[in-house]
């Protein structure tokens, strides 16, 4: 999966620790999924697009691996 969330974040002059605390996690957790390291729960991105006035599906985009 890829993120904007670096992309968005500049936009609202947030660095990784002001988005974390907005959202409650880590600066580390920000910095996992800006880098496609690491899956977010829903509730998780939710709280991300909240915070950076954006939807889900604008933030994260999910690679087809193509189908069975």
């Known amino acids: 999966m890829k993120t904007r969330i670096k992309e968005f974040?500049?936009?609202h002059?947030?660095?990784q620790e002001d988005l974390a605390?907005?959202?409650g996690v880590r600066r580390e957790t920000i910095l996992f999924l800006e880098?496609?390291?690491y899956n977010p729960s829903l509730k998780l991105a939710h709280e991300i697009a909240?915070?950076?006035d954006?939807?889900?599906d604008e933030l994260f985009i999910f690679e087809d691996?193509?189908?069975a």
């Open 9 to 11: 974040r500049a936009r």
């Open 50 to 52: 909240k915070a950076l």
């Open 13 to 15: 002059n947030l660095t």
């Open 35 to 37: 880098k496609g390291k």
């Open 21 to 23: 605390k907005k959202t």
């Open 54 to 56: 954006a939807k889900i």
């Open 65 to 67: 691996r193509g189908k």
